[in-house]
């Protein structure tokens, strides 16, 4: 055998002995591209130890994510953000009353994803689940920005970031509503059946959705908050129990 083939079997030795030198290539090679995305490559370290603690599979497709985001400037956040749970979410005060001044301003749209935004999210999520509500805007919660969250069902939560109607339907319906802010408030309201919207996720994707009957309600409820309107005013019988 010739040194180039005797060098060959040496490393094919070596590989059969630590097969996981492979993986650890790919590992450096996924965290390389990844802080360099983020616009942190000095960080390649601090990325390495994330990856390895949330496992290759996790963290390629947290990096898929990332690249659909339109926040360029929050992408290091993000990762970190989905890499990791927060550890202490909290349950947040609901702001509550039809005179409450934060409830009566329009909320002003979000120019960047920061963590105090990520981590006010997983607030309201908390908040929402334990409290029972269909949908929350951030103003309920003390803060006059645009993002309201909805839960089309038990287990999934949808956040809406700056979000726009973009087709509302002359069909109406008119069904009793209650609200967080307003206890033992019920009112029937007229509401478009369905509508299509378009927003961006706690990621920074936008996506566009097309919502109908309770979905299409819920929606239309959070974005009057998000306008400061309340339930009401809108010009419907109002019962209280
Ligand atoms: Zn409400």
């Known amino acids: 055998m010739d040194k180039a083939g005797k060098i060959k079997e040496a490393l094919k030795r070596l590989v ?18 990844i802080s360099e995305y983020c616009g942190e490559p000095k960080k390649f370290a601090m990325y390495l130890g994330v990856i390895k603690r949330i496992g290759k599979n996790r963290a390629y497709q947290i990096f898929s994510e990332i690249k659909q985001s339109k ?7 993000i990762f970190m953000y989905l890499s990791k749970d927060k550890k202490t979410k909290m349950i ?9 001044p934060i409830l009566r301003k329009k909320s002003t749209p979000i120019k960047n994803i920061t963590e105090d935004i990520l981590n006010l ?13 269909v949908g929350l805007a951030a103003n309920q919660v003390g803060k ?19 979000p726009g109607i973009t087709k509302i339907s002359k069909k109406t319906e008119l069904m009793e509503e209650g609200c967080l802010s307003l206890p033992n408030v019920f009112i029937k309201i007229k509401r478009a059946k369905s509508l299509k919207i378009k927003a961006i996720d706690e990621t920074g994707k936008e996506f566009k959705l097309k919502a109908e009957d309770m979905l299409a309600r819920v929606i239309q409820h959070e974005i009057d908050h998000l306008n400061g309107i309340l339930i009401t ?9």
């Open 16 to 33: 059969k002995r630590r097969p996981d030198w492979g993986i650890h290539s790919e590992i450096h090679a996924l965290a390389k591209d």
């Open 71 to 77: 926040d360029i400037k929050s992408r290091a956040k």
């Open 92 to 100: 947040l005060p609901i702001e509550k009353g039809e005179d409450n």
């Open 121 to 133: 999210i997983k607030d309201m999520e908390e908040t929402m689940l334990k409290l029972d509500g």
């Open 144 to 162: 006059n920005i645009r993002i309201f969250m909805v839960s089309p069902n038990l287990s999934e939560k949808w956040v809406f970031i700056n």
């Open 233 to 241: 005013d809108k010009n419907s019988e109002i019962s209280k129990s």
